[in-house]
């Protein structure tokens, strides 16, 4: 009888009769851990395996989420999360994320920035104040499928990637002020490395992509839409792109297609290995391609600078139409560029000639 009994005695207990501890609570598996409501997140998600935000649930005026995750942790969106307008700067962002080996799945989720109740055309630069949406900072792993809406400014700030993929992807700001948005960048990469961001749709009112700075940065099989066309930049002082690849994408209705752009005050800097191919254009209103070492971010200064060079650009099977209007297919101004390749180019319906000044050789304007 007194065996039958001890085969009943739970396992923690059997470590006591057997004069050993049962392992802490840091020590035990993680938690999957699942949230209905802004108030139910906690501000130390560490001790979960994942992580499930499962709305719809809507985030208080000026309030943030912000998730630092466990190393190889899941986070799933689930239905919609609504971000109510608020009073938060550009220096802030609704949605902060870090971790290593992490996995994003927004395949069933949906975050709404409440952008259309901010637009007034000044975007970042004045007017009512504009948070900023989805920081990704010092990440690894994938983000997969997530939709994200009204985008108040920048979508996408991704800094200190390394080695992190974001796949499919859909951000739209279109609705009833759709025209007054400004500066809703896409993907704003900055310090990364081994980045890809393929399959995703984009519907914005600037830069569908924007690499600031970083290394091995990849852009394939995305479509744009009504923005200001697929970056390199804008580079600024001690700001170093080496290794952009960009393919298969599609970019319409949109001011550019193919851009460049070095601060004409740049020193310090470098735009190198940069490679557009089987890129289709649509209804391009300014340039199909603008390679420009003169930017401000109050407009082309039509002197360019030498402090920042561009070297060892190719572009090939570039296709497609200009929207009617004054536009150009072609335009470099450029007083450091060097190693252009340019190959299979055919824009049409451009009212300006091409104007290529100040790189040689590769076939630019031919």
């Known amino acids: 009888m007194f065996f039958s009994k001890l085969t009943t005695i739970s396992a923690a207990a059997s470590l006591l009769l057997l004069g050993v501890s049962a392992a802490p609570a840091a020590l035990q598996e993680r938690a999957s851990c699942t949230y209905t409501s802004y108030a139910a997140i906690p501000s130390d998600v560490s001790g979960c395996s994942s992580v499930t935000l499962q709305g719809p649930f809507t985030v208080p005026a000026n309030s943030v989420i912000s998730l630092s995750l466990a190393t190889g942790a899941t986070l799933t969106f ?11 700067t550009s220096s802030s962002f609704l949605v902060t994320v870090t971790g290593t080996n992490i996995n994003i799945d927004g395949t069933s989720g949906t975050l709404d920035g409440s952008g259309q109740s901010y637009y007034d055309g000044q975007g ?10 989805f920081k990704l900072n010092n990440v690894s792993g994938k983000l997969t499928g997530l939709t994200i809406l009204n985008s108040p400014v920048h979508t996408f700030s991704i800094n200190n990637a390394n080695g992190f993929t974001i796949d499919g992807v859909t951000i739209d700001d279109r609705g009833a002020n759709y025209a007054l948005g400004h500066n809703t960048d896409a993907f704003d990469v900055s310090s990364s490395t081994t980045l890809i961001i393929q399959n995703s749709h984009v519907y914005n009112n600037d830069d569908c992509l924007a690499v600031n700075s970083g290394k091995d940065i990849h852009f394939v099989n995305n479509y744009c839409y009504g923005g200001h066309g697929v970056s390199v930049g804008s580079i600024k002082t001690g700001k170093v792109v080496d290794g952009v690849y960009v393919s298969g994408t599609q970019i319409v209705n949109s001011m550019n297609g193919v851009r460049i752009k070095v601060y004409n005050d740049c020193t310090g800097g470098s735009v190198s290995n940069v490679k557009y191919d089987s890129v289709t254009l649509s209804g391009i209103t300014d340039y199909g391609i603008v390679i420009e070492q003169d930017y401000t971010n109050s407009g082309a200064t039509g002197t360019p600078g030498t402090g920042c060079p561009i070297s060892g650009v190719t572009l090939s099977n570039i296709h497609g139409t200009m929207a009617s209007g004054d536009g150009t297919a072609e335009y470099i101004l450029c007083a450091a560029c060097s190693g252009f390749n340019f190959s299979n180019i055919a824009i049409t319906g451009a009212a300006k000639a091409n104007s290529c000044t100040g790189v040689t050789g590769g076939n630019p304007c031919s």
Do not use: C, M, Q, Y
């Open 124 to 133: 970042a630069n004045g007017g009512i104040p504009k948070p900023k949406f």
């Open 78 to 88: 689930k239905d919609t999360i609504t971000f109510a307008k608020g009073t938060l």
